[in-house]
């Protein structure tokens, strides 16, 4: 319940901001930005910025509403990177999925050229965004952490070898730096934004980029199984995609069990990084609530 009502508090603050983002401006031409926000606003759970807000609140000891308005920023730029990516990976080249979070995929509603576009601008406008924070020192250094992330060091390679390699050539380490470059970079950025806004320590850093890693792993890993036996109303596209487009998964390369398995140590290893931490109960309800995605 704490953390149904927290959630629902932080995600209205990030879709504020967001409107605030993709409106205030001159919306010419008119298809780009009704696809820009088409996708943005398809219903996303915020999941990127609620995270990142969480590991604020719990760096500075105090869960409050009010004090998140200097970092919305950052917040929003980790969904619009979020989105952005979600609008490439449905593309025909890539996974060719016809649904996102259970409506018509970017390119399915407008066109491919268009959805291409869309994902490219709410890539730039991320880092236009990042430099509305006030302390200049604070933005570039958000700046340079979102970049990293994104790189082809982070999600962009993730999602390079991903198309790179079939489920006939898959390695579980291959498949591993798939799965924490394309899921995991996101969330590590995301308590990586979060410790630069709230000028956490080093130790601290090293533990929460540890936790984001291993958490983006363990979700990945439960993608995979809904994919192979979850519906489509949990995973808000069609089941069965993975292996339509011979994609290398957790749960064909290990089997449903191994896979399940390894998702519960990632999450239980994420716990003991956190666990003494003070003012740690979001987090810590947010590892419950992914371990109940975890299929039966």
Do not use: W
Request: hydrophobic share 40%; net charge neutral.
């Amino acid at each position: 319940m704490v953390l149904e009502k927290y959630f629902e508090s932080r995600k209205a603050i990030v879709e504020k901001g967001l409107k605030e983002y993709l409106t205030k401006v001159n919306t010419y031409p008119e298809p780009l930005y009704e696809a820009m926000q088409y996708s943005i606003f398809a219903g996303g759970k915020r999941l990127r910025p609620i995270i990142f807000f969480a590991t604020y609140e719990m760096l500075k000891e105090k869960r409050n509403a009010s004090m998140l308005q200097p970092i919305v920023p950052a917040a929003c730029a980790l969904e619009m990177v979020h989105t952005a990516s979600l609008i490439h990976d449905d593309l025909p080249s890539i996974d060719n999925s016809e649904m996102r979070r259970s409506e018509l995929s970017c390119h399915k509603k407008f066109d491919e050229a268009t959805a291409i576009l869309a994902g490219d601008a709410l890539l730039t406008k991320a880092f236009e965004v990042l430099t509305n924070i006030n302390n200049s020192k604070k933005a570039i250094t958000c700046i340079n952490v979102l970049a990293r992330e994104i790189s082809t060091r982070g999600m962009i390679g993730g999602q390079t070898v991903d198309v790179m390699v079939t489920s006939t050539k898959a390695r579980i380490n291959v498949l591993k730096y798939i799965h924490l470059k394309k899921t995991g970079s996101l969330l590590k950025a995301a308590v990586d934004l979060a410790c630069v806004m709230g000028e956490a320590e080093e130790n601290v850093v090293l533990a929460l980029e540890s936790f984001a890693l291993n958490v983006g792993l363990a979700y990945q890993i439960i993608d995979d199984i809904l994919d192979e036996i979850g519906t489509s109303d949990i995973l808000g596209k069609e089941p069965g995609e993975d292996a339509r487009n011979n994609k290398a998964t957790y749960a064909a390369i290990l089997g449903l069990d191994k896979a399940r398995r390894t998702a519960e140590k990632l999450l239980d290893d994420s716990y003991k990084l956190i666990k003494n931490m003070p003012s740690n109960e979001i987090l810590v309800e947010y590892l419950y609530m992914i371990r109940e995605r975890i299929p039966l």
